[in-house]
Every structure is written in C-alpha cells, then in structure tokens.
C-alpha cells in the first residue's frame, strides 16, 4: 500500500532516493490503499481499497469520482464490442447503438431511455424498455428489412398515446388519458374478442374475420363512430334490464330494442328494400314501409296513439295504406278499428275502401263490391226455376251464436239452406267440435232466387187479375 504526497523534501542522499521511490511507488500503484492521497491533484488515479474501486479526481479538484470495482473487467462498464449490464440501463442523451440483444449483449435488467436512442437492430431487455421522451416527441421502429414497415409510438401532447403507421401516414390506434383505445383502421380477430368498451373509427366498413363476442357489463355498450363525414354515430348493446339495443348517437334517440321475450321494437319509421318477414309482432314507434310485403306479422298499435299504419309504395309512392286506431271505440270492449286506404298518383289519400270494428266485426265497405258476372265467363246458363217454391221452403230466424250470446241475430241456417238451394252454402275454413267444417252461406246469392221468385209471383197474380175481369 502506498501513500505519498509526490513532494521530494531536500536532504542527504539517501533520504532523496527514498522519498523518491516512494512517490514513484505510490504513482506506479495509482495510490493503492484505504487512505485518501495525502495531497490530491486533478485527475489523479486513486486504487480505493477499502472500497474495492478505482476512483479519479474531478477536474476542479474538489471530489472524487467513481470509475468502477477493481479486479473487475473494464471496471463494469460496457466495452466498446460485447458486454452484459446486470443492472438498469439510464440513457440520458442521444444513444446509437449498433448491436444490443440476446444474440450479441443484451440489458438483464431494465433500459431506460430519457433522450433519443438509435438501434441497429433488435433490443432485448430482462427488465422493462422504458423510453423518456418530451411530450409531443414519439419513439421510431425503423428495420433494415426490405419492405417492413416503420413505425412511430408515443404520446402527443394532450396525453393522448398513439401507435402510427408511419409507412402508410396514417394513425393506427390511439387511447386517451380516460383509457378508451380508438382503433383507426379494420379490426380482424380470430377469437373472442371481450373488453369493457370497443369504438371503432373506419373510413369504410367494420369488419370482423370470424364470430365473435363482445363482452361488457350490464348496461354498458359498445360505441360505433365513422370517420367520414356526416355519418352517424351509433351505440349498442345489453340495458341493464337485459333487452338490446341499437342507439343513434348522432340524434340521441333510440331506433331498435329487443326485449328478453325477443319482441323487436322499432322506434322510428322502417324502410325495407325487400321482403319483410316476421314471424312475431312489429311493435313500430311511427309508420312501418315496405315496398316488398309483411309475411306472418302482426301489427301491434300502442295504446292512446291515434293511428299507427303499415304502406305499401311503388316508385317511392305510397299506393295502399294499412292502419288502425284507438280512439273510435269506448269501454270495456273497446278496441282498435282497422281499415284500408288507396292513395292517387299525386300521393293525395283517396280515402277508405272498407274498414272493420273490433269488437262487433262489422265490415263497411266504402265502395262497391264487385262480383265478376260476364257471359263470357259462363256456361251452362238456365233460369231458376220453381223460384217461389224454392223461397216457401226457406225460413229466416232470429238466433243468438253461442260465442256472442249478447247479441241478437236475424238469418237463415246453412244446413237448412243446404238441403232446398245448395249453390249458396259453403265450407269454410273453421271446424266444429266434431272435426266437420264450419258452413256458411253467400247470403248475395240469394238474389237471383229472390229476382225469379217475385216474378213468378207477378205471374200469378196477373193470372188472377185476368180471370177476376
């Protein structure tokens, strides 16, 4: 160990050649030894053994500063090739590097970055890469790779981080200081997706490579916004009370509901290019239009509204209108009317052509109903005869029908009518507790009997107006 003040004091010989080789001494072991030097300059290599490190003296000459552990390899630093650091990498500055991974040297620790920092190729970090920029300055992925794509990440200004295609110019997903994430381009997923919110932002479309399942809590919906400009924002997803819904943003009104009992509630008028088939019912806000046809619906009018109407258009025209009310009936028995209206060519409402009460199922028809009756349409034409008898043989009762025993009812019974004129009856559609089908009768073919019966009758009057003279 050696310790000297590198000042040669005068005196006998041998006393100068001695101090000389004790300073020499403590210069060749750079001042080996626990003791500070006895005199420090600036610059000067001090070997710390108490401490085990190699130290030097700062150039104003007022402390000393650690260059690294003795008896270790480039005192633990990073030689110029090679080298591993056991520890956190702090880069204050601009960094170049021209190798720093597993397959050269890599950081077993973690590497921060508070400048710039520039690597050749790939960084392998046992730690975390943590990377200190200025806010609004963003870190660059270039790769030698011949076609690969460069790549910026980092945070703008307002704390907003970003990942940018910066091959394509383009942003390509964001997330802002409240954590939503914006994914700035199609989102393509192979297997569930679940997150606790999604809002996608396209030019064109939104498109998912498989079935997939979005995942929120109850209440919580998923947010659709487009890029382009004028389109609508749109929100959807499960309510609290378990229906779905699809939500216009934009107009902040909701345009369709799904019931847990999966009735499909439409909140604004429907517009249909082609056929509109349901199996259920339509529960529809204003007016439900279809150019093609409604196949199995029912159309289910929301209590107090005054009308609620199906139309059926051509050419953009509306050329036929179904509708129904709720305000043409009072009491217990009341019910909504229903009716059909024809419209003109100028889109003027040509008025009713029948409508039907409810409650009472009475038909009235505003126009007349047409039987198609042309010769030309015949054959085997021949005249009723034995008219009156055929009439005689008829009787008219009053009858109450067992699913109406209120109402008091005047007509003739099918069976009866069956056995005397049989061209008037009909099966219908209904069946009896027996299984046999329910008759009825055409009560307006009954005139042409009627017609032949009165002039039979006027025969045989003027017959015996002719013999009383």
Not at 201 to 224: I, K, R, W
Not at 323 to 339: I, L, M, P, R, V
Request: hydrophobic share 40%; proline share 3%.
């Amino acid at each position: 160990m050696s310790n000297h003040d590198l000042t040669i004091a005068n005196g006998p010989g041998i006393n100068v050649r001695q101090d000389i080789e004790a300073a020499l001494q403590a210069l060749g072991s750079n001042f080996f030894g626990p003791a500070v030097p006895l005199i420090a300059y600036p610059c000067q290599i001090w070997a710390d053994s108490s401490a085990g490190l190699l130290r030097i003296r700062n150039t104003p000459n007022t402390a000393w500063i650690t260059l690294g552990p003795l008896d270790t390899a480039s005192f633990g630093m990073l030689p110029l090739t090679g080298g591993t650091i056991t520890g956190n990498l702090t880069v204050n500055g601009t960094t170049n590097v021209a190798t720093l991974n597993s397959a050269g040297h890599g950081v077993t620790g973690a590497l921060n970055v508070s400048g710039g920092a520039n690597f050749g190729s790939a960084v392998t970090a046992g730690g975390n890469l943590n990377v200190s920029v200025a806010s609004g300055q963003n870190a660059l992925y270039f790769s030698t790779v011949a076609g690969v794509r460069q790549w910026y990440s980092g945070c703008i200004s307002t704390g907003v981080y970003f990942i940018n295609d910066q091959t394509a110019g383009a942003n390509r997903l964001t997330i802002d200081t409240a954590g939503l994430v914006t994914i700035a381009q199609g989102l393509t997923v192979n297997g569930n997706l679940s997150a606790q919110g999604i809002r996608f932002d396209v030019g064109g479309s939104t498109f998912l490579t498989t079935v997939c399942t979005l995942t929120a809590p109850a209440g919580q919906q998923a947010y659709y916004h487009s890029v382009v400009a004028g389109a609508r924002d749109w929100i959807f997803g499960t309510q609290t009370d378990g229906s779905f819904l699809i939500y216009d943003a934009s107009a902040a009104a909701p345009r369709l509901t799904i019931s847990n009992a999966g009735l499909v509630n439409i909140n604004q008028s429907a517009n249909v290019g082609g056929n509109f088939g349901v199996g259920g019912g339509i529960t529809a806000g204003t007016n439900v239009t279809a150019p093609g046809f409604v196949q199995g619906a029912t159309l289910l009018c929301d209590a107090g509204v005054v009308s609620r109407s199906l139309s059926y258009r051509t050419n953009g025209s509306i050329r036929w209108s179904w509708q129904c009310d709720a305000t043409a009936e009072t009491g217990g028995g009341a019910g909504s009317n229903f009716g059909v209206n024809s419209w003109g060519d100028a889109g003027q409402n040509l008025g009713s052509c029948f409508s039907i009460v409810r409650s009472t199922r009475v038909v009235t028809f505003a126009v007349a109903i047409v039987n198609p009756s042309d010769r030309r349409l015949k054959s085997d034409v021949e005249p009723v005869g034995n008219a009156l008898d055929l009439v005689e043989a008829l009787e008219g009762v009053y009858y109450r029908k067992i699913a109406d025993p209120e109402r008091r009812q005047v007509g003739l019974i099918a069976q009866d009518v069956r056995a005397i004129f049989p061209e008037v009856v009909f099966e219908t559609a209904e069946t009896s507790d027996d299984g046999d089908a329910i008759l009825g009768i055409e009560y307006g073919k009954l005139v042409p009997l009627l017609v032949n019966a009165v002039k039979e009758l006027n025969a045989r009057i003027a017959t015996l107006e002719g013999a009383a003279r």
